[in-house]
């Protein structure tokens, strides 16, 4: 079963946040727990963890700017 990668909300305010870089290329297998990602927002990066383990698919852009809660990527 896939388990989706969605912008998480790190803060009370935050509506968004910069998908500055994967830490895990297309198509790795990845652990739960595991860096998967960088997200920036006010100036403050954060590393985000992968939800699950799996195989690592990726929909969103580095440099991109993405809303809360939206899928960004996949975890097969």
Sequence with gaps: MASPI???KLGWTMEEGI???WLAEDGATVAEGD??????NDKVENE??????GVL???GVVG???A?????????
């Design 57 to 59: 698919r990726q929909s």
């Design 35 to 40: 860096p998967l990602y960088v997200l920036e």
């Design 48 to 53: 985000i963890p992968a939800p699950a383990g």
């Design 64 to 66: 991109e700017t993405y």
């Design 6 to 8: 969605n912008v998480p």
């Design 68 to 76: 809360v809660g939206t899928e960004i990527g996949r975890i097969e």
């Design 19 to 21: 998908l500055s870089a």
